[in-house]
């Protein structure tokens, strides 16, 4: 039997610092992506490792996920393979081997909420946006592709292929690039 945590943070500059603050484990996997879907490589490691008799720490239900499916999906599959789950904050511990209709109830209204709370967070950030475009304030995400290196070396004759793999981006990047510097009459 293992004391396992899993910890996420949204972005990777925030850290997981104040999650099972004061607890030991055996072994800890941490996240530092979104939460939106189950589609993070710390998430599908920990399901790999963990066995029948295990006991999973997480901080708090949102932590897990923000989806509803996706965490009554996990739970399942975690009840399945015989694992405790345990919530910090939310103060809730699954057994394997028990039903709780209560905590059941608890944990599907909480996951509920967790997504509800994504969805009016990223409902804000969209109208945040269409009020600054409005106001011309918001000039999107800063360029991160070298638009006139890619021109550049283009125009000394190099292939498509050889500039996409010398910048580190797509083809359709290095056409876009060059589609913006010498537009096409049409």
Known sequence: MARIAYKRVSTADQKTDRQLDGMTFDREFEDKVSGKDTNRPALKAM???IREGDELYVHSLDRLGRNTADLISLMNQLKEKGVTVTFDKNKMTFSPD???PMNDLMFTMLAAFSQFERELMLERQREGIAKAKELGKYKGRPATVDKEGIVKAKLEG???RAVAK???VSLS???RAL????PLAH
């Open 173 to 175: 990047t290095v056409q």
């Open 179 to 182: 589609d913006e510097m010498f």
């Open 158 to 160: 190099k292939s498509f």
């Open 47 to 49: 399901l790999d490792y």
């Open 98 to 100: 028990t039903s709780n």
């Open 166 to 168: 010398e910048f580190g």
